[in-house]
């Protein structure tokens, strides 16, 4: 396995919309280990294959908390697709390897139910609601070129970005 490098905020990948996976073989699964570990060292819950430079419609989720005891649990979703999403929505923070130690609430589902293809390339389907539920949603408007930051008005864009502005400055130092 390999640690992959994370593209960030700007970077033109992150607008673009994904391709699809034509089909899910061993070349394929080795990218999902991949994508797993580079998520697991950046400690992140979700990871869509664009953040790692790679445009097609690929994510590895796991929303466990080893920290408290829990197994690891991760997801591997190939062609995910929201088939069912409830009326009902909620604010929560999220945050994104994409867009470094920043961090704003996002409207999203409550509930949704996403069909996509696992990492053996079978079709699967699940109901999700928490955490879950929004790292899909998350994950998923990566592959279709849409980040958090989009999704919050522009002021609060805004500040968020001089935010990342300064601490990259602060960094360069
Ligand atoms: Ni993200």
């Not at 990218?31 to 994510?59: H, N, W």
Request: glycine letters at 6%; a negative charge.
């Amino acid at each position: 396995m390999a640690k992959l490098k994370i593209f960030e905020y700007p970077h033109p990948i992150l607008k673009q919309k994904a391709e699809r996976v034509a089909k899910v073989d061993d070349d394929l699964r080795g990218f999902l280990d991949d994508m797993l570990e580079t998520m697991y060292v950046a400690e992140g819950v979700g990871l869509a294959a664009p953040q790692v430079g790679v445009s097609k419609r690929i994510v590895v989720i796991d929303v466990s908390h080893p920290d408290e005891g829990e197994e690891r649990a991760p997801m591997f979703l190939v062609n995910p697709e929201i088939v069912w999403h409830s009326d009902e929505q909620s604010c929560q923070f999220e945050g994104c390897l994409s867009v470094p130690e920043q961090r704003a609430e996002v409207n999203r589902y409550v509930q949704v139910r996403v069909h996509y293809l696992d990492y053996d390339g079978k079709e699967q389907e699940i109901l999700a609601d928490g955490l879950l539920a929004i790292a899909l949603q998350h994950e998923i408007d990566h592959l279709d070129g849409i980040l958090y930051i989009d999704r919050i008005s522009r002021l609060k864009r805004q500040m968020l970005l001089k935010k990342l502005q300064k601490l990259r400055q602060e960094e360069e130092k």
